[in-house]
């Protein structure tokens, strides 16, 4: 269902604008942290690139820009290299590819970016930052500098510091609720921080020395042809992420902001953020899933908001004794942070390869299969890159009861057509994820112009049995199902099993699709978090 996100700038929505910078502040401030870079210049940067972003989208996206977490490497390298201002100069550059790639896509479309930046391209890049980064997450979790070459607090110590923190970040993002499992960072480094001062690992000097209030410490940058050109190649996976983004924050309010503002104006306001920000000493800036998490949470969806905590973080930068005490918290602590967050990158690398099937025919993955088919009494579903019939035959030798197609049976509907007339209905599932009563391709990066019914009738008359039709703007969310839609597509095509997935949150969701004709559900975020149990699953199903 669209939301309105209509601009509106209101006195009452301070307080949820700072509750906003609340949940980006553990992030945000993170990565001047372990860069070395001033936290107060990072607020302000944050701040004012919000609101670059805001009049680069005509305040149409309620989003929040902060640190970016893919230039952490890149940045500990530079400024080891040739140093701050130099590294500086680099990222106003790659905020500057921003820009330009802003202009392509409003010159040939967001297509020409898929295909000059293929994920089998994007994905290794983002392994590789995540790779290059652990080592310096263990050496600070074992209290040593970040590049070992110090000890700084005692190993014993620092692996009770850092695991405390490492182990409050994962319990908060799995087991936390509401506002609490947005700042599983923040709630980590406060854990932390806590048992090093408990251990005597603590040092409040600067802070007390710190004025309470100033201007940051802006640093100006310097242009060096090394810096730039190990900084640019950087700038591809973060771009490609930015897509992932605003597809995100689209979901949450129902609102296609791929074609209204556009790709085009929002990679301006990030490019744009970014050379301000590396102008004046701050990180680049890039658009945070964290809040997009509280927008969906807290149904904010008026932009202003996103204006309010803009204003807060620009007022938080002048009160230098806040930055003073971030810099005060312990190396072990964010060595345990960083373990977690460098881990996570790769897992973001692996995930835009696995999203785009480019790597799920390999031999192993075949393999894996073939294992699960053979080795245990399920029956197995595969799918995810499967784009020939040789790879369709692959999959059913390796033990795959059925093969499910997606992305092909939109963009080469005679081919899924000659493959269910040579494999039968039975053996193939179409894959329809919908954004807006669209088939949406690729990801969910593209949206295609056949609409939900039209996919589905052209392929009913040729036998198709069964569709798994997956709502993109409630999956992963659960707000529950789009149960009436599903219910239409049933009623039109009785002859095939029409599978719900997305925003399942409990049992009356499923009761509701179960009452509305549909004979199969997929349950996955909710059963995880045990908001279902199996045992109210067996119930359901009479054979269990």
Same mark, same amino acid.
């Given at each position: 269902m669209e939301s309105d996100t209509t601009y509106s700038f209101r006195l009452k929505d301070s307080l949820l604008g700072a509750q906003m910078? *609340?949940?980006?502040?553990?992030?945000? @401030?993170?990565?001047?942290?372990?860069?070395?870079?001033?936290?107060? $210049? +990072?607020? =302000?940067? !944050?701040g004012v690139g919000t609101l670059i972003f805001q009049i680069c989208t005509r305040g149409k996206v309620p989003v929040f820009l902060a640190s970016s977490f893919a230039f952490i490497a890149p940045i500990i390298y530079g400024v080891q290299t040739w140093g701050l201002p130099a590294t500086l100069g680099g990222m106003v550059v790659a905020g500057a590819v921003y820009v330009v790639l802003s202009f392509i896509i409003r010159w040939r479309g967001t297509e020409i970016i898929m295909r000059l930046l293929p994920p089998i391209v994007t994905g290794p890049v983002i392994i590789v930052i995540g790779l290059v980064l652990a080592p310096v997450g263990v050496n600070m979790a074992l209290g040593k500098a970040g590049d070992g070459s110090a000890v700084l607090v005692p190993e014993n110590t620092a692996l009770i510091i850092s695991m405390a923190a490492l182990a409050t970040t994962v319990l908060v993002s799995l087991l936390g609720r509401g506002m609490i499992r947005l700042i599983p960072i923040m709630s980590g480094i406060a854990v932390g921080y806590l048992c090093a001062i408990g251990l005597g690992i603590h040092d409040f000097s600067k802070v007390a020395a710190a004025p309470w209030f100033g201007v940051p410490d802006f640093v100006f940058p310097e242009f060096r042809w090394e810096a730039i050109l190990f900084i640019i190649p950087i700038t591809l996976a973060p771009a490609i992420e930015h897509f992932g983004d605003i597809i995100a924050i689209s979901s949450v309010t129902g609102k296609d902001f791929l074609k209204d503002p556009g790709i085009k104006s929002t990679m301006l306001g990030d490019g744009i953020a970014t050379m301000l920000a590396s102008f004046i000493g701050g990180p680049p800036n890039t658009t945070y899933s964290e809040v997009t998490g509280a927008v969906a949470l807290t149904r904010a969806f008026n932009p202003g908001v996103m204006t309010w905590a803009a204003i807060w973080a620009i007022v938080l930068s002048c009160v230098?004794?806040?930055?003073? =005490?971030?810099?005060?918290?312990?190396?072990?602590?964010?060595?345990?942070?960083?373990? #977690? %967050?460098?881990?996570?990158?790769?897992?973001?690398?692996?995930?835009? %390869?696995?999203?785009?099937?480019?790597?799920?025919?390999?031999?192993?993955?075949?393999? @894996?299969?073939?294992? @699960?088919?053979?080795?245990?009494?399920?029956? $197995?579903?595969?799918? /995810? /890159?499967?784009?020939?019939?040789?790879? #369709?035959?692959? $999959? *059913?030798?390796?033990?795959?009861?059925? +093969?499910?197609?997606?992305?092909?049976? @939109?963009?080469?509907?005679?081919? *899924? +057509?000659?493959? %269910?007339?040579? *494999?039968?209905? /039975?053996? %193939?599932?179409?894959? !329809?994820?919908?954004?807006?009563?669209?088939?949406? $391709?690729?990801?969910?990066?593209?949206r295609s112009e056949m609409t939900a019914q039209e996919l589905i009738a052209r392929f009913a008359p040729q036998g198709l049995a069964q569709v798994i039709c997956t709502d993109i703007a409630r999956d992963g969310m659960l707000c529950g199902t789009s149960a009436e839609f599903y219910a239409g597509l049933q009623g039109q095509f009785p002859g095939v099993e029409i599978t719900a997935s997305g925003g399942i949150a409990s049992m009356a969701d499923i009761e509701a699709l179960d009452g509305a004709g549909l004979r199969s559900v997929i349950v996955g975020k909710a059963l995880y978090e045990g908001r279902i149990t199996l045992e109210e699953l067996k119930r359901c199903l009479p054979n269990a």
């Open positions: 910078l *609340f949940v980006a502040f553990g992030a945000l @401030v993170l990565v001047p942290i372990l860069t070395g870079m001033s936290t107060n $210049v +990072a607020l =302000f940067t !944050a230098n004794k806040l930055g003073a =005490f971030l810099s005060s918290i312990p190396v072990p602590v964010m060595g345990g942070i960083m373990i #977690l %967050l460098f881990g996570a990158i790769m897992v973001v690398g692996l995930n835009t %390869l696995v999203r785009a099937g480019e790597d799920l025919m390999e031999p192993r993955n075949l393999a @894996v299969l073939e294992r @699960v088919a053979t080795k245990t009494t399920l029956e $197995v579903q595969y799918g /995810g /890159g499967i784009k020939s019939r040789g790879a #369709l035959r692959s $999959v *059913f030798s390796a033990g795959a009861s059925r +093969a499910i197609c997606g992305s092909i049976a @939109v963009r080469e509907p005679e081919s *899924f +057509a000659e493959w %269910l007339a040579e *494999f039968g209905g /039975g053996k %193939l599932i179409l894959g !329809a994820d919908i954004r807006d009563g669209a088939a949406a $391709v690729q990801g969910w990066t593209e």
